[in-house]
């Protein structure tokens, strides 16, 4: 097998078993409207911090589960009811602060955009640094969390892909695959590339995802 086609075998594989999307994951359908956006913006927030992707994930559906879906939900939710989701996810570390921060973004989100994040998309007119800036200015939204929100909505924001961030850059690296973003998206195609991109955050994150991969793809 050529090199070309070897890193082909195990992008594909790595799609195959791990290529699930984080949003999906979550429960959420990915679209341009606001409801979706405003659901990966929480995920987000989630995931950025130094706690299991599993457990930000559960985190996130507790949160939906219970109604907040929405800026409006999530900001006319009390903070114990906040609370009480987060900790039913078990996202039991930073559930005080978090509860706090989803409060506070959820009322910055609308007092600024109309709890519309696609005004903010609007505004950063295609400049991914810009849009990461307005994202950042979120309580609990770093540049971490930034990174995450670009990566899981590149598909129905396509002037943003590929988007291919450190984490993801370092889960390639791992599998002998290129350290560059536009050669990795070509492995796989723009519409697989958000999947693939959550694929190779799981390899940076869990080595035994590497090794399932490689032994699918025979390398």
Do not use: C
């Amino acid at each position: 097998m050529s090199p070309r086609g070897g890193q082909r075998a195990l992008a594909h594989a790595l799609l195959e078993r791990h290529g699930e999307t984080f949003a999906a994951q979550s429960g959420i359908r990915v679209g341009n409207t606001p409801q979706p956006l405003y659901q990966v913006l929480v995920l987000a927030g989630l995931l950025s911090a130094r706690i299991r992707a599993s457990v930000a994930v559960a985190a996130a559906r507790a949160l939906f589960d219970a109604g907040m879906r929405t800026p409006r939900r999530m900001a006319g939710a009390t903070w114990q009811q906040r609370v009480d989701a987060l900790g039913e996810g078990g996202y039991r570390r930073y559930d005080e602060r978090t509860a706090t921060q989803l409060g506070d973004g959820a009322t910055l989100l609308l007092d600024t955009y109309g709890g519309d994040l696609r005004r903010m998309r609007k505004a950063a007119d295609g400049d991914a640094t810009a849009l990461r800036r307005a994202l950042q200015e979120i309580p609990g939204m770093g540049p971490a969390g930034s990174h995450i929100f670009l990566r899981e909505v590149q598909g129905v924001w396509p002037e943003f892909a590929p988007y291919l961030d450190a984490k993801a850059v370092q889960g390639a690296e791992r599998l002998g695959l290129p350290g560059d973003g536009r050669q990795l998206a070509r492995l796989v195609g723009p519409d697989r590339t958000a999947a693939f991109a959550s694929g190779l955050v799981r390899a940076a994150l869990d080595r035994s995802v590497v090794e399932d991969v490689r032994k699918a793809a025979g390398a």
